[in-house]
Nanobody, 118 residues
């Protein structure tokens, strides 16, 4: 069973930066891809960025050029995915969820709040 633990959310002014981290443990050898989704109040959860085990990335159009996803899988016991968020905008405010996809299904973290203000 994969467990995902997120960290790094918080409050920042528009134009600022934050870095999210998510550590996956337990059954990580089954993980194919990891990534981040977000959900703002009243909105559906949406994909922000994903990265495969081979390093291929995919981004939501509105975050391209501002967000960077990276993955560290050197530790046999855990896999970590990062989301570097630069030039943050008000519309980036949301709860960000870590996601892992494996042969056995999808796993989600508990979510971390990101709030961007003027």
């Amino acid at each position: 069973q994969v467990q995902l633990v997120e960290s790094g959310g918080g409050s920042v002014q528009a134009g600022g930066s934050l870095r999210l981290a998510c550590v996956a443990s337990g059954g990580i050898f089954n993980i194919l891809s990891m990534g981040w989704y977000r959900q703002a109040p009243g909105n559906q959860r949406e994909l922000v960025a994903t990265i495969t085990s081979t390093g291929s990335t995919n981004y939501k159009d509105s975050v391209k050029g501002r967000f960077t996803i990276a993955r560290d899988a050197r530790d046999n016991a855990k896999s970590t995915v990062y989301l570097q968020m630069n030039s943050l905008k008000l519309e980036d405010t949301a709860v960000y969820y870590c996601w892992a996809g494996s042969w056995r299904g999808a796993y989600w973290g508990q979510g971390t709040q990101v709030t961007v203000s003027l």
